[in-house]
């Protein structure tokens, strides 16, 4: 699988991908929102924020990681998940984190994660090609 170009995730038609034209204007009745994210930083960053790691290689230990919702089978738990030593979920109630293993082409998504014992755990999660649109699950349910 050939993953994208080292600066971007997904593919070009992806919706992250996508330049806003210069006439883009906010939706009537929403420019209080636009003022007051221009005012005062609104964004817990530290403790809602999405840590994404990508210093995946061959040598970072595989873990197999279970999903306690029972929601389906969970994308997480069908292949051993690359997590380097350092991978560490947001501190805040969503505890996610993203692992990019930009060799396999693929994006791993945790949500209410953690480390137990010498293991990983977490709520649900998605498995997200790299070189598809970026906005579901490419391999089961979406995160």
């Not at 919706?15 to 609104?42: C, D, H, I, K």
């Not at 480390?115 to 349910?141: I, K, Q, T």
Request: net charge negative.
């Amino acid at each position: 699988m050939l993953a994208p170009a080292a600066d971007s995730y997904f593919s070009a038609s992806s919706p992250f991908n996508q330049a806003l034209p210069a006439t883009t204007q906010a939706v009537a009745g929403t420019e209080w929102a636009a003022r007051a994210l221009a005012s005062q930083p609104t964004a817990d960053i530290y403790k809602y924020g999405v840590p994404i790691f990508s210093d995946v290689t061959d040598q970072t230990p595989r873990y197999h990681v279970t999903c306690t919702k029972r929601w389906g089978e969970c994308p997480l738990s069908a292949q051993p998940v690359p997590v380097p030593p350092d991978a560490e979920p947001s501190s805040g109630s969503d505890a996610a984190m993203v692992i990019v293993d930009r060799e396999a082409g693929l994006s791993y998504e945790f949500w209410q994660t953690r480390r137990s014992g010498n293991a990983w755990v977490a709520s649900w999660g998605a498995v997200v090609s790299l070189s598809g649109l970026g906005n579901g699950g490419d391999f089961g349910p979406g995160g």
